[in-house]
């Protein structure tokens, strides 16, 4: 190879290993993020047991406006509504007739979708771990900082600039696989979906 090739080739060989060196969980997750202010798609959660079986299989539909809002429906095989409204994340089980409220800092370890909407600093709260790829999808490791969270860590699966899935564990033991298709960036969604009141006539607890 001539001199004048190595000249052209070293500088561009230094630019990958820099960019590449640039490329760290939290600029990842960043970029995602930064790129998904609103966001619509379908997920299917499995929940196993602390040998690795699959307990329960659920099904719904997944909705984000960025920063501080977002909407998890489960419509199989029960039917619930998860809404981040006014400060606190609300837990409507619409079977009991029952409504649950949470405040922001407690209700992680219940839905970790809270993770995405901006209502935490997450380099504040959680060690934030590379995990490197697997089955082509890049994994994000957060644990929390603190031991209140009510979980031991979260990973989130992107597939390139996508996301693509999610597993809680617990302080239980147990496992939470969240996989999620069908998934829209960048659409008007109707405000109303982040809006939450409690219906007539239902039981609600609510944290003060």
Known sequence: M?????LIVLPLLFLCLAARAETTPQSRLKTFLDSARTLQAEFTQVQLDESGRPKQESRGSFYLQ???????????????????????VWFYDVDLEQVTAKKLGQAVGSTPALLLSGEMALEDNFTIEDQGAD??????????????GGFRYVLIGLDGDKLAGMELSDNF???????????????????????FSPPPGVDVFEDK
């Open 2 to 6: 001539s001199a004048f090739r190595h």
């Open 66 to 88: 960025r920063p501080g809002k977002f909407r998890w429906d489960y419509a199989k095989p029960y039917h619930q509504e998860i809404v981040s409204a006014g400060g606190k």
């Open 173 to 195: 033991g147990q496992l939470t696989r969240i996989y999620f298709s069908h998934l829209r960036t960048g659409i008007a969604l109707d405000p109303k979906l982040f809006q």
């Open 135 to 148: 089955e082509g999808m890049f994994w994000i490791k957060l644990v929390p900082k603190s031991e209140e």
